[in-house]
């Protein structure tokens, strides 16, 4: 295809009518113009005839499970997804049925017709997977990167927190947060469980909140981790308890003088009044999102209101790529910024790196494997190790710029099977209403017909 072609040939191609099918498998060619300057085109499909042939699955036991859907193409071209961590794959592979034969390179149309029967929590995942896989597809026709397909890139590499589990003795909930620092991250966040002083005299009050003499006791941790990793470092917290409104603005202020980059989760994400409430009465950021989907049904009421400081989304429940661009685009309207919650495998994680790369008003994401030493090894295509220095590179490579590498997948199978057919999942289960094409019904005069009839 790039073979030099002579003026002789270009100016045949220009004048007769084979110019016009030229086009189809050569570079045009005009008197007087460069072949150089002839744009390269991928020829990898025919995009146009594209068609989801299939939609299957396997689920990955890790630290929590991770279900990874491929969706495949009549053109061998492929898309890999990830349903949110301790998901189920059923949840997305109840959608094969709405995706079977459509174009996947029209993806918001696709995902239009699915999101009826996306929900909240683990219910978003399967919804995020499908599409993560076409972006995934998408990116690999065109030869992109999937970061292209939403927007701009603006940043090279994606700045990542560890979360780092709680242990009784301060000083050693110290030590183990120094040893992340070591590790070269520059973002940290503490669980900071109420019952980490359930067992002190007076510091758990009836109701399960710290009393005053209890915050005093749960700030000894704050301060031994500060005091590990210095005060010039973003600290945030998570995992309370449950609390009433009231008690998460004693907490809340109970925290300030360690400047918290956020305290996470305090109430349901449902309850913007709450959190309005809570964020209102504390310099300490109050920050919520990652079981929520969708800007309209998930975050809207929350930045309307300016209920929050900072939203949360996991890219494999809020909707991944669109989605969350568009949720994170109407935060940065309401100047509140974005950070991803992730706990997935190294597919969502690129995906969400994909995605984090083109958001405006982005702060950090989460990783929640950086102690599994065979997460990074689930995939070829990143550089490796995947988080360098805190980091992670943002892939320049078509698609996802991700592969599972079957054999390692293969060893921490939750459920036999790889990628096994799916037949039971081709036929309609959670509707079977069609938004357009035809049916087979009875029309309206009593005949069984298989078109549309409106
Ligand atoms: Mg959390």
Redesign the pocket.
Known sequence: MNRRITRREMLHRAAGAAAVTAGLDAPLAFPGVQEAAAPPLNRNSAPSDLKITDMRACTVAANYDYPIIRIDTNQGVYGLGEVRDAGVKGIALILKAHILGKNPLEIEPVLANVRQFAGQGRMGGGYSAVDMALHDIAGKVYGVPAWRLLGHKRRDRIRIYC?TTGHKDPKVYGERMLKRKKMGFTFFKMDLYTSLVADRPGAVHQNGAATEKGLAYLCEYIQAVRDAIGWDTPLAA??FGRLSVNDCIRYARAFEPYQLAWA??FISYKDWRGYKTISDATTTPILTG?DAFGLEEGFQSLLDNHAVDII?PDPETSGALIETKRIADYADMHGIPTAL?FAGSPVGCMASVHLAATLRNFIVMENHAVDMPWWGDLVTGPSKPIIQDGYIPVPDTPGLGVELNEAVVKEHLRYPGYFEPTPMFDDFIVSGFRMVGPWPHYDEDGNYVNKITY
């Open positions: 979360d998570d995992h996470e989760d990652e949360h919650h």
